[in-house]
């Protein structure tokens, strides 16, 4: 093993070992949003709940949905959207914001990172809290294959720690990817069966299944639904979460030591 | 065996104008030849420190001199390990604990004694070790009942107060100052600089950049002078 890819292997272990710092930090990013406000961090809840409420209502009628299907199949897909697409936008920041830290004190840079997954996933679960009175509204239960969605929500933090560690280091060195990663975000969004069904895509069914984004919802959102776990997602994400890896140890190992030049 | 060694270690910035830093004009200059990669290697940068070689041993009292922009910042940002040198060969061993930005990580929402355990976290200690030392970190700081409220609605000297008593409050093998740290009212000053002064005294290697040269002399047993990132004298 070179000695610089020694040196990133040893910031990904102390990282993970550094939690009492990401998990303080992670929570502090919270509490400072919402600070003094009588609901806190549930303004997360009621904001995406007022969302999923007026979407749901308009978009079931545009596209002659029955609501009881499609409050649900939405309420879960766009919640894991929001959670892929603030995972990914502050993944373009995940060193530059931290540059505070980054240049005056000594820690593993992947505690940056760790930090904004973690905030994520904080969100993520105030968010998630909406399920519960869709769920119980629309007659709907959960078996035991949401275990699969767990998992997949899993895999969703790895690729969203290792997406924080590229772009958070090709955003240090190229200030103009940020807002090119968050029109990318924009776009996916439309080109991603979240508020329509993927047979609705007709002959152009294609676009999903190319589309990354597509087969990670999938694997999270289709147990989630009482659907079947969706294997060929599940191939199709562990694969790219492998190329994924593959990229991020490549780039951290050779870019690690630049970024505190960088930020 | 706390020690340090430096053999002509560099550390370069690049400075980047937006046309460095944005992605279009460097897939261009990959694509292209001539007059867009002339540009590109035409890139300013910045020698912060050059070619600089010393070793500091344990016993070690280091006063780090020079002017302004001279790189003693630099050279103590690359001893803590934040800058890793761009030449040369940097090897530091022994429990590096810099004192470059006391308040830094600090949540102003929080209360006096959940910034102590926060700041205690950043500076790697294991939570429960820092449970261990707060009543003594609370009874330095002297803040009484304002440890139960918000750091915002602190002076600015109470902050400092409460980031120099947390920082202080582990003796590290290896210790940066950047600028004597003169803190609090003229009470709370001597207390203050007692502490530190045991701090000094149980470090096995301290550097301190000042430009105080009486301080330098009172305090240190070796003296580096930098000049533009090189070493001017070594003594």
């Known amino acids: ?263 | 065996m706390p020690h340090i060694s430096a053999e002509g270690i560099c550390v370069e910035f690049p400075i980047w104008n937006p046309s460095h830093r944005s992605l279009k004009n460097a897939v261009l200059r990959a694509t292209t030849g001539g007059r867009l990669a002339r540009e590109s290697s035409t890139r300013v940068v910045v020698q912060a420190l050059s070619d600089l070689s010393f070793e500091f041993a344990r016993g070690d009292r280091i006063g780090l001199v020079g002017n302004n922009g001279s790189g003693k910042t630099t050279l103590l940002r690359v001893l803590s390990g934040i800058y890793e040198p761009v030449r040369g060969r940097l090897e530091v061993s022994g429990r590096v604990s810099s004192l470059l930005d006391l308040s830094l990580g600090m949540d102003h929402e929080a209360t006096g004694l959940e910034n102590i355990v926060l700041r205690g976290v950043l500076m790697g200690l294991p939570p429960l070790a820092i449970q261990a030392k707060v009543s003594e970190i609370a009874e330095f700081s002297e803040l009484g009942d304002y440890l139960s409220m918000p750091i915002r609605t602190y002076s600015s000297g109470m902050l400092l107060r409460l980031a120099f008593a947390v920082s202080t409050s582990v003796a590290p093998e290896i210790l940066l100052l950047d600028e004597w740290l003169s803190v609090g009212d003229a009470g709370f000053r001597d207390k203050a600089e007692r502490r530190l002064l045991e701090l000094i005294e149980s470090s096995a290697i301290m550097v301190l950049a000042s430009h105080d040269e009486s301080l330098i002399r009172r305090f240190c047993s070796r003296m580096l002078r930098l000049e533009h990132g090189r070493a001017a004298s070594v003594s």
């Not at chain 1, 290792?162 to 090709?170: F, N």
């Not at chain 1, 060929?232 to 505190?260: E, K, N, P, Q």
Request: charged content about 15%; proline content about 4%.
């Open chain 1, 1 to 263: 093993m070179s000695a610089r890819l020694q040196r990133a292997v040893r910031d990904l272990i102390d990282g993970v070992r550094a939690y009492p710092i990401w998990g303080r930090l992670g929570w502090q990013d919270i509490r400072q949003r919402y600070r003094r406000s009588l609901l806190g961090p549930f303004w997360i809840t009621i904001s995406a709940a007022a969302m999923i409420g007026g979407i749901g209502m308009l978009y079931s009628q545009l596209l002659h949905q029955q609501t009881d299907q499609y409050i649900p199949f939405l309420a879960v897909g766009l919640l894991v959207w929001f959670l892929f697409a603030a995972l990914i936008n502050d993944a373009c920041l995940a060193f530059i914001g931290a540059e505070q830290f980054i240049k005056q004190v000594k820690l593993p840079l992947t505690v940056h990172v760790w930090r904004l997954v973690w905030r994520n996933l904080i969100i993520f679960g105030h968010n998630i809290l909406i399920l519960v009175p869709v769920f119980v509204y629309y007659h709907r239960s959960i078996d035991e294959r949401a275990l699969f969605s767990v998992a997949a929500l899993l895999l969703v933090a790895i690729d969203g720690f290792m997406a924080g560690i590229v772009l958070g280091l090709v955003c240090a060195r190229f200030r103009d990817v940020p807002p090119i990663v968050s029109n990318l975000v924009q776009l996916g969004f439309f080109l991603t069966p979240v508020m329509y069904q993927t047979q609705a895509l007709g002959n152009q069914e294609w676009i999903a299944q190319v589309n990354p984004f597509f087969h990670f919802l999938q694997i999270v959102r289709a147990p989630l639904l009482g659907l079947e776990v969706p294997l060929d997602s599940w191939a199709f994400a562990l694969g790219a979460s492998l190329v994924c890896l593959l990229v991020t140890l490549g780039l951290f190992s050779r870019y690690r030591a630049r970024i505190a030049y960088w930020v």
